[in-house]
């Protein structure tokens, strides 16, 4: 009997000390950034990011993957998306389900996708401006604290920033023919039909729904009034965009009987001569592109001089994330100077530009960093100054489902 | 001049089909090859090298194989008794049995991975390895029985009864004398349940819901407007293990050509 | 005896046939179950013929798609007939092992790799637009045909044609080999020529099975997803694809159009296969 009871004793013990942790590991206080360290330690962060460019994954996995495991015994686990609307559909179906933990910890996200996950009360809230890096972001800036018209509430954290630019090839055409504005582009595209396409705007395509939306805005002559959203504003103005859109159309690579779905689809036929215009986000222009063997090296990027639709994309938290320190450390290290200096650089291979103001670092070693790798940028890229001359912010986030609905209606299946 | 037409047409044959794999071999090592050069003139194992070690695809081809092979042990297990009954007995019900079991060649993937989501949405599964795996075994399943009942129809038991008459227990029965017999089927009917699993898309898209990535889901993204290089690169990890499955197997293929039809 | 009762037929049947049916019967019941509008995920649970009426409408894409897939079943598998009969009667004259182990290898060949080769092959600036304009035939990629991506499905026709004459080829072998020589041997004692035994010996006995394996080709094509879905363009779409999109549509609700879609190709492939099976049935 005695014996019994010994060994009910040993193993309960056992069970005890195998079945416990020490503390709950995932605990810890915002406010205390030792706390979330500790309990980031040994964590996995699932980064649900769009997965459509090689270089921007080996990019992630090299400079953040390796980063999080050296310094925080982090793992990462980059999750690519097609589009990011299939993590936000992800997050709430756990949610219609019940389901938390979660599996989403982090999301590259901005605009109408951050919009819906708020709506839908499906955030991490009150940390962005919380960690400790968030002190070299310039907050009070309506670009930043403002995403697509909806305040950013504390529930996202910037990444870096993009601006819409258009790609030509300086071996085909010089500068002086390059069109800049719409009304130039559609007349260039009817003197040289069939070589110019867009991107399809829709899920996967949205350079090419920004590229629309710059048409929308020369089409009704102000950026700023799109801010807001109104419904008899775009009932005003987008009869004039699809009129546009379809008087372009015969003049269109494939007389506009299909459109490359994505960036990838439309780089490759700018390369393969069979158009001669690109488009992309990258503060590098066509640097990234170059550096990867996607595009000759005579590629120039270039912009019109106005309606370049540029932003800030963000990272942001699932309220059902299941390991929400590791992702804060993650979000924190995404605006680490030494890391914001790297993802402007052509050869990494991300291309986008900073996310923080520059004035605000302190360390002179980061500093001189970020200054020469602004300087690096090389000659694929647009001028600074043209960027900044021809810059407007984005629309608020209604209107992009009402424009990529409408252009399969109205332009797409004419 | 019959014999020149003959082995001309061959050569063009045996052309198409190694075509693509050269096709492949070239774009993968290639860089800045534009329109309208004939050959790649600059030439890099990079993008091969970071496509093999990308952690996504290392994963989707670790887990293609883990659930093939899976699929094929199952497959093995579940149509082996079924197959025995088949080929040996006669017994009421066989023809409706011999069509229960050829409806899943009929119904498309389609149909069956858009209903089957909806039902491990429900019990759990979507998402899962073992969802896919299941998924899997419905296409697999009727091939691995009907190959094996074939090879069970020229089988004879008395072999069987030989061995059990002489003093072997029923299982060393079973291991020498059944499977001994039938293993050269067992083999075509094992890899060719793999390969019907390695090569599913739309299955594991659906019930995966894009948790569980194999190769053909990552080719298939890539394919429309990627790099070529990586394409090309994916194309080939793709078709390396049904070729040389193929090729080991190619002289058994031929006694069941009649009633294979192929689902890749 | 033990051993009857182990190997009893539905013992042995048991586990196989269950999860079969279990598995098939379930995805069908939920199919048509959300074709009638019971959609479990927005707790929509009033039937209805709502779906049924709008794929069906005179105006709903499901007409055009549904003529396109028709179309490209049709001249694929008419194709590859034609192309299989001539590649099985001549190679059934020679003793190929080599050609045997070569159609084998393209059977290897997944149907989705096959296509990604034709896509780097025949576009615009694919590898045969490149030596066109090497050889001067052509100077920028627009004067290439249109061959993949395009508007006639040609390319979706060129893949399954790629892939299917092996397989007919592989069954007809099977058939002209096991057949018995005597009858073309005794035709050729009477006089006839090779064009007479071809029209009036070799093609009657090949014909059962090249009909049943024509219809489980159609039928195949007909459904199969992959290979319009990359090479076919946005409109029009093939009848797979047309149904995948509305099943994964964002707006839940689209996904009963989906289901409707897919039971009506599941409904056509089984008949096909119906038809197919007694042929086949006929020939023994």
């Known amino acids: 009997m005695k014996k019994i009871i010994y060994l009910l004793i040993t193993l309960s013990l056992l069970l005890a000390a195998c079945g416990a942790p020490a503390q709950s590991p995932s605990e810890f206080d915002i406010n205390d950034w030792v706390s979330v360290l500790a309990a980031a330690k040994g964590q996995t962060v699932n980064w649900y990011i769009w997965g459509g460019s090689d270089s921007i994954n080996a990019y992630v996995d090299n400079f953040y993957g390796k980063a999080l495991k050296e310094r925080y015994d982090i793992t990462l686990n980059r999750v690519p998306l097609a589009d990011t609307v299939d993590a936000v559909n992800q997050v709430l179906s756990e949610k219609q389900a019940g389901t938390d933990p979660g599996s989403v910890d982090l999301i590259w996200i901005n605009g109408e996708n951050f919009f819906t996950l708020k709506q839908a009360d499906m955030l991490y809230k009150d940390w962005a401006q919380k960690i400790p890096n968030a002190k070299l972001v310039d907050w009070e800036n309506p670009a930043i604290n403002l995403d697509f018209g909806n305040p950013v509430d504390n529930q996202e954290s910037p990444w870096s920033s993009a601006q819409f630019q258009f790609i030509y090839d300086s071996a085909r055409m010089s500068e002086d023919e390059l069109p800049r504005s719409y009304a130039d582009l559609k007349e260039w595209a009817c003197a040289n039909p069939g070589r110019f396409t867009y991107i399809a705007p829709g899920p996967g395509g949205f350079l090419g729904t920004r590229f629309a939306k710059g048409a929308l805005y020369e089409v009704s002559g102000d950026a700023k009034q799109w801010l807001s959203f109104d419904q008899a504003l775009w009932d005003q103005h987008s009869p004039a965009l699809w009129d546009y859109f379809n008087e372009l159309k015969p003049c269109l690579w494939r007389e506009g009987e299909t459109y490359p779905k994505d960036e990838s689809e439309l780089v490759n036929l700018f390369a393969n001569n069979e158009v001669d215009f690109s488009m992309t986000n990258d503060i590098t222009g066509a640097g990234r592109w170059i550096a990867d063997g996607r595009m000759p090296e005579t590629a120039r990027a270039f912009v019109f001089d106005n309606y370049m639709i540029g932003d800030f994309n963000y990272v942001a938290i699932p309220l059902n994330a299941p390991n929400k320190a590791a992702a804060l450390v993650l979000a924190n290290l995404l605006l680490e100077p030494e890391f914001q200096a790297a993802q402007i650089l052509p050869e990494n291979g991300f291309g986008l530009g900073y996310a923080i103001d520059v004035t605000r670092v302190t360390d002179e070693a980061a500093l001189s960093a970020l200054e020469t790798a602004a300087s690096q940028l090389g000659d694929a890229a647009t001028p600074a100054s043209d960027l900044a001359k021809s810059l407007v912010g984005d629309s608020a986030a209604e209107y992009q489902g009402l424009l990529e609905q409408d252009w399969l209606t109205f332009v797409l299946q004419q | 001049m019959r014999t020149i037409l003959a082995y001309s047409l061959r050569f063009i044959l045996y052309l198409i089909l190694i075509a693509p794999i050269l096709l492949f071999i070239t774009y993968a090592f290639s860089t800045r090859w534009f329109f309208p050069q004939t050959f790649p003139v600059e030439w890099t194992a990079s993008t091969v090298q970071r496509a093999i070690q990308d952690s996504r695809t290392f994963s989707s081809i670790t887990q293609g194989l883990m659930i093939s092979m899976l699929v094929s042990i199952f497959s093995l297990l579940l149509g082996f008794p079924a197959a025995r009954v088949l080929g040996l007995r006669k017994f009421r019900g066989r023809q409706l049995i011999w069509l229960l079991f050829f409806l899943p060649t009929v119904v498309p993937p389609l149909a069956i991975g858009m209903g089957l989501n909806i039902l491990f949405l429900r019990i759990g599964l979507a998402g899962t390895v073992t969802g896919v795996v299941l998924a899997h075994i419905i296409p697999t399943l009727p091939y691995t029985i009907f190959t094996l009942s074939s090879a069970f129809a020229r089988y004879d038991e008395n072999y069987e009864f030989q061995a059990l008459a002489l003093g072997a227990s029923p299982l060393q029965s079973f291991l020498k004398v059944t499977l001994r017999m039938l293993l050269p089927s067992l083999v075509v009917a094992a890899l060719f349940a793999f390969l019907i699993s390695w090569s599913q898309y739309l299955l594991t898209l659906l019930i995966g819901g894009g948790q569980v990535i194999t190769l053909p889901i990552l080719l298939f993204a890539a394919a429309s407007g990627g790099n070529p290089a990586t394409i090309a690169t994916l194309s080939l990890l793709f078709i390396a293990p049904p070729v040389l499955v193929i090729v080991a197997t190619a002289r058994q293929l031929n006694q069941h050509g009649a009633g294979i039809r192929e689902q890749y | ?284």
Do not use: C
């Open chain 3, 1 to 284: 005896m033990r051993d009857k009762f182990i190997y009893s037929p539905w013992i042995s049947l048991a586990p196989a046939l269950t999860i079969i049916m279990a598995l098939l019967g379930a995805s069908l019941f939920y199919a048509i179950a959300e074709s009638f509008g019971y959609i479990n995920a927005i707790n929509q649970t009033n039937a209805s013929f709502d779906a049924y009426r709008e794929t069906l409408a005179f105006n709903s894409e499901f007409w055009v798609s549904l003529g396109f897939s028709l179309w490209i079943s049709i001249a694929s598998t008419l194709i590859s007939s034609a192309i299989a009969l001539v590649l099985a009667v001549w190679l059934s004259e020679r003793r190929g092992n080599m050609d045997t182990l070569a159609l084998n290898w393209n059977l290897a060949f997944p149907h989705l790799v096959w296509s990604v080769a034709l896509l780097l092959f025949l576009s615009q600036s694919g590898l045969f637009a490149r030596w066109a304009a090497s050889l001067g035939f052509i100077t920028t990629p627009d004067q290439f045909p249109v061959l993949v991506r395009d508007r006639f499905g040609i390319g979706v026709i060129l893949s399954y044609v790629g892939k299917e004459v092996p397989f007919l080829t592989i069954i007809l072998l099977s058939v002209l080999r096991s057949q018995a020589v005597g009858y073309d041997v005794v035709a050729e004692n009477l006089g006839a020529s090779r064009w007479q035994r071809l029209r009036y010996v070799t093609i009657p006995q090949v014909l059962p099975a090249l009909l049943a394996g024509d219809l489980l080709v159609f039928g195949f094509i007909f459904s199969s997803y992959e290979v319009p879905a990359l090479l076919g363009i946005g409109y029009p779409r093939a009848l797979p694809v047309l149904a995948l999109r509305f099943f994964l549509d964002p707006d839940l609700r689209a996904r009963s159009e989906g289901m409707v879609i897919s039971l009506i190709i599941t409904l056509i492939v089984t008949l096909v296969a119906i038809i197919s099976l007694r042929i086949g049935e006929r020939r023994e």
